[in-house]
Nanobody, 130 residues
């Protein structure tokens, strides 16, 4: 139940691009907000980008604004994170989480560590190095 799988990570040079995928199995993501979080070695996990269940609201951390784009494909039951102009400081394990979205909580409030998500994926490694 509430199983999520991330994919698309890898080793890229600075300035390169990746598209991460968050796919659900056993349930539909239509009623869930999706958050992308990342955790670098020795650092706390942080919210990177989140999208509401309706896709009408999005959030981006200041450090990734203008470089990352979050979107959802309902036909594929998948949420994507397009990452452009990668920087070494983007190196981290990226996780996606799903949170039931009743249209009440602002997406900004759902994109923080203290918000309780209903399920998480196992993470995908992104490494940016020359």
């Amino acid at each position: 139940q509430l199983q999520l799988v991330e994919s698309g990570g890898g080793l890229v040079q600075p300035g390169g691009s990746l598209r991460l995928s968050c796919a659900a199995s056993g349930f539909t993501l239509d009623y869930y907000a999706i958050g992308w979080f990342r955790q670098a070695p020795g650092k706390e996990r942080e919210g990177v980008s989140c999208i509401s269940s309706s896709a009408g609201s999005t959030y981006y951390a200041d450090s990734v604004k203008g470089r990352f784009t979050i979107s959802r494909d309902r036909a594929k039951n998948t949420v994507y994170l397009q990452i452009n102009n990668l920087k070494p400081e983007d190196t981290a394990v990226y996780y996606c989480g799903a949170a039931r979205d009743f249209g009440i909580t602002a997406i900004q409030a759902m994109c923080v560590l203290t918000y309780e998500y209903d399920g998480w994926g196992q993470g995908t490694q992104v490494t940016v190095s020359s």
